[in-house]
Nanobody, 124 residues
Framework: EVQLVESGGGSVQAGGSLRLSCAAS????????IGWFRQAPGRQREGVSLISSSDGDTYYADSVKGRSTISSDNAKNTVYLQMNSLKPEDTAVYYC?????????????????WGQGTQVTVSS
């Protein structure tokens, strides 16, 4: 059974940084994508970033482009999302998800495997 476990969320002041981690297990395919999504209260879940395992292609939503970097450590089966210059509007629960067939930008229905989420709170 595929499992995804997020960590690294927390509370920071505007302008601060956080690094989110997503540890994946039981992904038997060599070609998959790990996406980061976020959901703020009262809002729809949205795709933030994505990285493919085979060629390292990446995607960033306009809202985080230039402030975030996604990377992977294949030996540890872990994907990271480094977020800098955080803004109050980045406050949300952040989820990582895995897909065997994805598009750019990522769509929720393409991701059958999800983590439990980690809270990110940015205060002004």
């Amino acid at each position: 059974e595929v499992q995804l476990v997020e960590s690294g969320g927390g509370s920071v002041q505007a302008g601060g940084s956080l690094r989110l981690s997503c540890a994946a297990s039981a992904l038997t395919s060599d070609d998959y994508a790990i996406g980061w999504f976020r959901q703020a209260p009262g809002r729809q879940r949205e795709g933030v970033s994505l990285i493919s395992s085979s060629d390292g292609d990446t995607y960033y939503a306009d809202s985080v482009k230039g402030r975030s970097t996604i990377s992977s450590d294949n030996a540890k089966n872990t994907v990271y999302l480094q977020m800098n210059s955080l803004k109050p509007e980045d406050t949300a629960v952040y989820y990582c998800a895995a897909s065997l067939g994805w598009s750019f930008p990522p769509r929720l229905y393409e991701f059958p495997y999800w983590g439990q989420g980690t809270q990110v709170t940015v205060s002004s």
